[in-house]
């Protein structure tokens, strides 16, 4: 996995903001909280040179340069101290590993931003200030860097620091500054003030248009990203897909056939067997069987990778299914002193999906608890009806299974030992069950403790007649 890979992985397991945040957030926090430092830099010179300009070539009088140069000075301070935290965090597998402090000093940051803005507004000119528009270009810079949560809040804190200049103003608890030449305070046709209208709104519109199409150049490069990802992706199940049906095709007749000589041999049909004939014979006989069972399982995998499963799926009698499992398995239950039975309600409304799998499904499920439970253990098959989902539940009374090996439990080949003597699988069991479940929009899941046996279930949806009938229609039009 590539360090971009690592650090993105990362930044999913640790932006706090739910769906609000994107997945790559904390990955280009670093690089914008270094952009933006340096642009800080850029504002402060601007200040203090503004200042000067405004007073020796424009003519503005009135204007507190030694205050505005005060601002410059500490503002540039305190930039000092960002710029210097968050550029070892520029790349993103870097600020993967700082989310927090990248994600506090974004904070600080902007409200330092608003502050200087506020004080900057106050000395030009205060509730008739040309920079007032510039809280604008501040709430778009806390939306790029931070949550939309966060964005908001700190949006809301500028602007109480706006009333709470505007309001002192008006009240008189604060001193109202007005430079000639800022603000009206004269004639109305001062060019001064026409000069330095154009001259601002200038500038907030190049920065605005900057910060706008350096957004919208990004979300393009991801959107590019993500279709040759999407693509790669196509491309790799696929590949899959033919994978598993060459395999199915493949050994299905090598192993059948093997299959049959292994039969003929155990029956004698060429002879009388020898004791240890016979062993190596049923040893051989029990590995084939497990490599069948291999097979069966990437069949249904093979399967699961349709495409169109979704427009094969009808309205299913569950309740014959079990029925029809639980008969079936009972005598290889009994072989084990094991108690299988099914609990059913009186009246169990169809589910929508596809028969075949839905019973691969259950079998799954059943020879799982038949093989790991225990000698003498009870099997129940319950089916409960919960609003417009039905859950189908196959509980023991067995070792149960401890938590921490219940994590990965449902992954492709992953096998869990579960007490001495029970048989290997395949490990594709379980994936098989959370496959088929997922493709008939349903969820599989656990109930297990050590000592306490175990609840293996999936949730399926109740056929609806009506929404059927209505995707039929949609798919035919």
Same mark, same amino acid.
């Given at each position: 996995m590539s360090p971009e890979n690592r650090a993105l992985a990362a930044s999913s397991s640790t932006s706090g903001d739910g769906g609000d945040a994107l997945l790559s957030h904390s990955l280009l926090l670093g690089e914008h909280l270094?952009?933006?430092s340096r642009l800080r830099f850029l504002a402060a010179a601007g200040i203090l040179t503004g200042g000067l300009f405004a007073i020796n070539v424009v003519g503005i009088e009135g204007l507190n340069l030694g205050a505005l140069a005060g601002t410059a000075v500490f503002l540039a301070l305190c930039n000092l101290a960002v710029y210097f935290t968050v550029r070892p965090y520029r790349r993103p597998e870097r600020a993967a590993t700082a989310t927090c402090l990248l994600i506090w000093t974004a904070s600080a940051t902007i409200l330092l931003d608003y502050l200087v803005l506020t004080f900057t507004i106050w000395q030009v000119g205060?509730?008739?200030?040309?920079f007032l528009a510039f809280y604008v270009l501040h709430a778009i810079f806390a939306s790029v860097m931070l949550s939309r949560r966060a964005a908001f809040a700190h949006a809301s804190a500028g602007y109480l620091m706006l009333a709470a200049l505007v309001l002192g103003e008006w009240f008189g608890w604060l001193p109202r500054h007005r430079p000639l030449g800022a603000v009206f305070g004269g004639p109305e046709d001062d060019f001064r003030v026409v000069w330095t209208l154009?001259?601002?709104?200038?500038?907030?519109?190049?920065?605005?248009?900057?910060?706008?199409?350096?957004?919208? $150049?990004? /979300?393009?490069e991801s959107e590019r990203r993500l279709r040759e990802a999407v693509l790669s992706l196509e491309r790799l199940a696929d590949l899959r897909r033919a994978f598993l049906h060459v395999v199915v095709h493949d050994l299905r007749s090598p192993l059948g056939a093997v299959t049959t000589l292994l039969d003929n041999l155990s029956s004698e049909l060429g002879g009388p067997l020898a004791a240890q004939q016979r062993q190596w014979v049923e040893r051989a006989d029990h590995r084939l069987r497990g490599a069948l069972e291999l097979l069966r399982g990437l069949q249904v995998l093979a399967d699961l990778e349709t495409e169109s499963l979704a427009n094969l799926m009808v309205s299913v009698d569950?309740?014959?299914?079990?029925?029809?499992?639980?008969?079936e398995y009972a005598d290889l239950a009994q072989q084990r002193r094991?108690?299988?039975? $099914?609990? /059913?309600?009186e009246s169990l409304p169809p589910v929508r999906g596809i028969a075949r799998l839905l019973r691969e499904a259950l079998v799954n499920y059943v020879t799982n608890a038949i093989k790991y439970s225990g000698d003498g253990r009870t099997i129940v098959v319950r089916v409960r009806v919960q609003d417009d989902s039905v859950r189908v539940e196959v509980q023991d009374d067995g070792p149960g299974i401890s938590i921490d090996k219940q994590t990965h439990l449902f992954q492709e080949f992953v096998r869990v030992s579960r007490g001495k003597g029970a048989e290997a699988g395949t490990?594709?069991?379980?994936?098989?069950?959370?496959?088929?479940?997922?493709?008939?929009?349903?969820?599989?899941?656990?109930?297990?403790?050590?000592?306490?046996g175990s609840c293996f279930f999936l949730t399926l949806p109740i056929f609806n007649s009506e929404e059927e009938h209505a995707r039929t229609a949609g798919a035919t039009s």
């Open positions: 270094f952009f933006f205060g509730s008739q200030s040309p154009l001259f601002l709104y200038g500038l907030l519109t190049a920065a605005t248009t900057y910060l706008a199409t350096g957004i919208a $150049a990004r /979300l393009r569950l309740d014959a299914i079990v029925r029809e499992v639980v008969e094991q108690s299988l039975t $099914a609990d /059913l309600p490990g594709l069991g379980l994936s098989i069950v959370r496959r088929i479940a997922e493709a008939h929009g349903g969820q599989v899941g656990l109930e297990s403790a050590p000592g306490q």
